[in-house]
């Protein structure tokens, strides 16, 4: 099974899922996390989702540390590092779902340009990776 | 022998929560990209806090500056507790309080106004650059 399409089948209990992206500096594929998150949050799911700051989470900052334990919480990793995974699961986070940018880069064949410009191809590919996103929350939340 | 040429490193929150956070983001990339590309180096925070010890180690020796969007600090706070104190912290929010006229307004993509504002807050990076830079050669 390829890891972007992990998800657990049972509905969870709660009214959002959170979101939890990389956010990484160095690479095209981290700033292609951090677009898809904002179109998951401000548009494609803005009532459903909650977006989780991930530096927060490691000092144990409130509300975030609550949210990541309270929410089913989906994860997106921008490079086989998977910092988002490891930084939300050792805070004891509800991890529900899981994508590797890098994969999904591979499935569509699309390339992001530069970490400060991930051009069309980078927008596109956080699109199409938002839309995959979309249907695991609409099936956590048992729609 | 050729001695390895100083480097400061730019840890940035990234924060997604605020519009300040995305402001730190660009800012940084504007110092390693156009004012200060020889000068300066990115850790990726998210890898510095999930356990990358390069990215550690690299702030245990070199000069670091944390970027920060807001009063959490998280890029300082990081930093000091798996590698030290960062020789300089940088609040964008802090800063803007000397450009009232600039606003910071969206979380996604940066506005003629916001890249000003993102340009304001590089050039301070870029100058904390200088200064580590230059008080390490006068030592």
Known sequence: MQESHEVSPQPTEGAKVAIVACAGMDKALGSVARACAFTIVERSRPEETVLICIAPLVAEVKPYSELIKKHPVIIIDGCAERCATKIAAKIGAKIKGRVLVPQSAQKYNLKPKKASDIGPEGEMLAEKIAEEIAVQIDRLLGK | ?139
């Open chain 2, 1 to 139: 022998m050729t001695l390895a040429k100083d480097k400061v490193g730019i840890i940035c929150c990234s924060g997604e929560d605020f519009p300040e956070g995305t402001i730190s983001r660009v800012a940084t990339r504007l110092v390693l990209e156009k004012l200060r590309p020889d000068e300066t180096v990115t850790l990726c925070l998210p890898l510095f806090l999930a356990g990358g010890e390069d990215e550690r180690a690299f702030a245990r020796v070199f000069p670091t500056i944390a970027v920060d969007g807001c009063g959490k600090k998280c890029a300082e706070s990081g930093t000091r507790k798996f590698s030290g104190k960062p020789v300089a912290t940088i609040v964008v929010s802090e800063i803007m309080k000397k450009y009232p006229k600039l606003k910071a307004k969206s979380r996604e993509r940066l506005d003629t106004e916001e890249m000003e504002l993102a340009m304001k807050v590089a050039e301070e990076i870029a100058e904390k650059v200088d200064e580590i830079l230059c008080k390490k050669v006068t030592k």
